[in-house]
């Protein structure tokens, strides 16, 4: 856990807790750790409710982590549904959850219980998918989202020290049969790294971790190119400079712009930072900048934003703003949504068409702009956090 601080004045921190050996010996040693520290953690299990037996399991692991003084919560998932994507979904709709809780909790650090084995099988498995370099370095130890930093700090430690911590403490923990699924590609991938030589899964390891040095290097290249070239503006778009920037960090933005979770196409963007041209990419759109300097503009593409959605504090739209509007009375039936194209005596009008298009403006229930109440405010969230981006307040 030191290296992932800093952690002075720790209070409190969440675990991801499944019930299986791995999240309930992260639960263990998590509650050993803060209690140390004079902190506190609390343990959120996330029932899918696929199977029949979920939710005993849910409360079992419940009674578990009362047995080491670590209060927990359930969080059901009753959308869930079996069907295509299964498991895409089931990450989707657990890691919504998990950040909500932690956002109604004022937690900001959540620890999962990933470990060497499950970097193993990321590794071999990104490899045979012709991941680039930053793939080929699997799962970071940290990674910052808009809401919460998730941790991992069990990625160097074997699933088999795990089990052996928790048989010593006692603890009996759940296995879950979709583990032992051959049809999922993650448990061929381990049945075929169990039966390999045991030196192949630490040359893996070896790879990974120099894969992750050399990402964290270019992460802060990244970081020190946009604070030299690019000026990302709280109204939700990016100016670039006429040579534009490297694919990497090309990319980033357009994720940041589009509020997309994953980066475009990696040839799209080198061949557009290799000759740049008026585009649309990943949900963003490259313009030249015209009367805003002599670069580039990048700007959400407006037939891929969101539709409105009801207003309320706290509210995410288009991924990208939220809105802030504490002890403001937001007007009843209002929604959140795009801009309206004539914005004559705001100071947005001055704008070009394409972005203030692009940002957020509140309607009433019949569908015109209202003005935004005294005191309310909208906050630009960047998903990009390999550049340090900081969060913008839209006035």
């Known amino acids: 856990m030191q290296p992932l601080g800093p952690w002075d004045g720790l209070d409190l921190l969440a675990v991801a807790v499944s019930g299986?050996?791995?999240?309930?010996?992260?639960?263990?040693?998590?509650?050993?750790?803060?209690?140390?520290?004079?902190?506190?953690?609390?343990?959120?299990?996330?029932?899918?409710?696929?199977?029949?037996?979920?939710?005993?399991?849910?409360?079992?692991?419940?009674?578990?982590?009362?047995?080491?003084?670590m209060p927990g919560r359930i969080l059901p998932l009753h959308a869930l549904r079996r069907g295509p994507a299964l498991a895409a979904r089931a990450r989707a709709g657990r890691y919504a959850a998990l950040s909500l809780a932690c956002m109604q909790a004022g937690i900001v650090d959540l620890l999962v219980a990933h470990q060497a084995g499950d970097q193993a099988e990321t590794a071999l498995m990104r490899r045979r998918a012709g991941s680039g370099?930053?793939?080929?370095?699997?799962?970071?130890?940290?990674?910052?989202?808009?809401?919460?930093?998730?941790?991992?700090?069990?990625?160097?430690?074997?699933?088999?020290?795990?089990?052996?911590?928790?048989?010593?403490?006692?603890?009996?923990?759940?296995?879950?049969?979709?583990?032992?699924?051959?049809?999922?590609?993650?448990?061929?991938?381990?049945?075929?790294?169990?039966?390999?030589a045991p030196g192949v899964r630490r040359a893996l390891l070896r790879e990974v971790a120099d894969a992750g040095r050399a990402r964290m290097t270019r992460q802060c290249?990244?970081?020190?190119?946009?604070?030299?070239?690019?000026?990302?503006?709280?109204?939700?778009?990016?100016?670039?400079?006429?040579?534009?920037?490297?694919?990497?960090t090309l990319a980033s933005l357009i994720r940041t712009i589009a509020g997309s979770a994953h980066p475009p196409p990696t040839r799209a963007?080198?061949?557009?930072?290799?000759?740049?041209?008026?585009?649309?990419?990943?949900?963003?759109?490259?313009?030249?900048?015209?009367?805003?300097?002599p670069g580039w503009l990048l700007v959400r593409e407006a037939r891929a934003m969101q539709a409105p959605v009801e207003a309320a504090d706290g509210v995410l739209w288009d991924n990208r703003f939220r809105l802030h509007a504490a002890g403001v009375a937001l007007p009843s039936g209002s929604r959140i949504g795009a801009a309206a194209r004539r914005m004559a005596g705001r100071p947005e009008a001055l704008l070009p068409?394409?972005?203030?298009?692009?940002?957020?403006?509140?309607?009433?229930?019949?569908?015109?702009?209202?003005?935004?109440?005294?005191?309310?405010?909208?906050?630009f969230e960047p998903v990009m956090a390999a550049s340090q981006a900081p969060r913008f307040a839209l006035a």
């Open 20 to 69: 299986g050996a791995d999240s309930l010996c992260l639960a263990l040693l998590a509650q050993r750790w803060a209690a140390a520290r004079r902190g506190a953690c609390i343990g959120l299990i996330v029932d899918h409710g696929l199977r029949d037996s979920s939710a005993g399991e849910a409360a079992a692991t419940l009674q578990r982590l009362r047995r080491i003084g």
């Open 221 to 248: 290249e990244r970081a020190l190119q946009l604070a030299l070239l690019a000026e990302l503006r709280p109204e939700g778009f990016a100016l670039l400079p006429a040579c534009l920037v490297a694919p990497d």
């Open 269 to 293: 963007v080198a061949a557009l930072a290799l000759r740049p041209r008026a585009a649309t990419l990943g949900g963003a759109r490259l313009l030249p900048a015209g009367r805003l300097g």
């Open 353 to 379: 068409t394409v972005v203030r298009t692009a940002m957020p403006c509140l309607y009433d229930p019949a569908g015109t702009a209202i003005s935004l109440p005294s005191g309310a405010r909208f906050a």
């Open 133 to 196: 370099p930053d793939g080929l370095a699997a799962m970071a130890h940290l990674v910052e989202t808009p809401s919460l930093r998730l941790l991992r700090p069990l990625l160097g430690v074997a699933p088999g020290r795990l089990r052996a911590t928790l048989l010593a403490a006692g603890l009996d923990w759940v296995e879950d049969p979709s583990n032992r699924d051959v049809a999922a590609l993650r448990t061929r991938l381990r049945h075929e790294l169990d039966g390999a």
